[in-house]
């Protein structure tokens, strides 16, 4: 039992450039989520699915895009690369409500960085 | 709009000493959680609190939940040099599917 896992662990980009971000997990379960972490804030929500085949937007969607095709796959697009969205990147995921545990659960983060 | 905000944001103490981190939001939730983030590293659950008056413990680590208050504390008691890191809370509110809303952090230095 893997957990979360996150490809790659780091990255740099060029302005413009597009890349995917790879987050799975193995635990079964249906919500999974990306957030960011800039220097010495706190998390925040990028996108988010309840399940496969459902997405929604979280507080900072804008240049990014999310799929969910698999119970264990949500990975991350960045359309465009600009320098403002050089930061940490976090997968999260967790059972449904009444699943009997609101544990969350956090992959070990993507670093990139956008020249 | 939901909000977290933590106080303090930056806490220096020294071994042996108590304290308390606060940790307040704006709207109805009976969940919230807390978390350790060591530099470099993902996040590392500590507790998931589920409703009002809730508290538990590990080891020098104590959090409690008073929903009516809309308030979290997380207290530190004789606090260790291995404790220094940056503690987060968030908040799961209800019918938000899987959003969390953070706090922006306490960093903690413990000093020998």
């Known amino acids: 039992n893997a957990g979360v896992t996150q490809t790659p662990k780091f990255q740099v980009l060029k302005t413009g450039q597009s890349m995917t971000l790879q987050c799975a997990q193995d635990?079964?379960?249906?919500?999974m989520s990306w957030y960011r972490q800039d220097p010495g804030m706190g998390l925040r929500l990028i996108h988010y699915?309840?399940?496969?085949?459902?997405?929604d937007q979280g507080e900072v969607p804008n240049g990014y895009n999310v799929s969910r095709s698999t119970t264990e796959d949500f990975p991350l697009r960045l359309l465009s690369a600009a320098p403002s969205q050089t930061s940490v990147y976090f997968c999260?995921?967790?059972?449904?409500?009444?699943?009997?545990?609101?544990?969350?659960?956090f992959g070990p983060g993507t670093r990139l960085t956008v020249t | 709009e939901l909000k977290v905000e933590q106080n303090p944001l930056f806490l220096s103490m020294q071994e042996g000493k108590n304290y308390t981190i606060y940790c307040n939001y704006s709207t109805t939730s009976d969940r919230l959680y807390w978390y350790r983030q060591d530099p470099g590293k993902s996040l590392e659950s500590l507790f998931v609190l589920l409703s009002n008056g809730a508290v538990k413990q590990e080891g020098r680590l104590m959090a409690s939940l008073d929903t009516k208050a809309r308030l979290s504390t997380l207290h530190i008691t004789a606090a260790v040099h291995d404790l220094s890191a940056t503690y987060f809370c968030?908040?799961?509110?209800?019918?938000?599917?899987?959003?969390?809303?953070f706090g922006g952090g306490t960093r903690l230095m413990v000093k020998p």
């Open positions: 699915s309840v399940g496969a085949g459902i997405t």
């Open positions: 635990m079964n379960h249906e919500y």
């Open positions: 999260a995921s967790r059972v449904r409500d009444g699943g009997g545990s609101y544990e969350q659960y």
């Open positions: 968030a908040v799961d509110p209800p019918n938000a599917g899987n959003m969390l809303t």
